[in-house]
């Protein structure tokens, strides 16, 4: 590598005279985002408190987001409680995989309850044992 050394760009040295510099301001003046967009970005506080206070303030709302958070959480049900209600699957597969591990229960569950299907007795076979009447309903036993 050769030793190259990049010279940093000149500076303008020469004094603004009153007229541009009143005139820079007023155009930086003009381009200044407004109080609300500053709010907006969060760059201002979007507050009425004295600016003595402003800090106190910010810290008694995230102590209130704190508060809130912690009560939330206390009454939050237990995972034993979830699974009960159904609301959390009892698996123990990893997250990514539960899913797939949903769609492949369901399956089985299919493919098991058409072979049960398939398996079933005929009418005809029913009403030999006594199940079925000829007209189709089902024997009473009193």
Same mark, same amino acid.
Request: cysteine-free; hydrophobic content about 35%; overall charge negative.
């Given at each position: 590598m050769s030793d190259q050394t990049t010279a940093a760009p000149a500076v !303008? /040295?020469?004094?603004l005279n009153k007229l541009e510099r009143q005139n820079s301001l007023e155009? /930086?003046?003009q381009l200044r985002p407004e109080e609300q967009d500053l709010k907006n970005r969060h760059i201002l506080l979007d507050t009425t408190a004295a600016p003595a206070l402003q800090a106190r303030q910010a810290? &008694?709302?995230r102590q209130r987001i704190? !508060? $809130? #958070?912690k009560k939330g959480l206390s009454r939050r049900p237990e995972k034993d409680e979830l699974v009960e209600k159904n609301i959390l699957s009892d698996s123990k597969a990893a997250p990514a #995989? /539960?899913?797939k591990q949903r769609e &492949? $229960?369901?399956?089985m569950r299919a493919n098991s309850l058409e072979k049960q299907l398939q398996n079933r007795p005929k009418p005809e076979d029913l009403v030999k044992e006594g199940? &079925?009447?000829? !007209?189709g309903n089902a024997i009473k036993d009193n």
């Open positions: !303008d /040295q020469m004094p155009k /930086q003046l810290e &008694l709302e704190t !508060d $809130n #958070l #995989l /539960q899913e &492949l $229960n369901k399956h199940i &079925l009447n000829v !007209d």
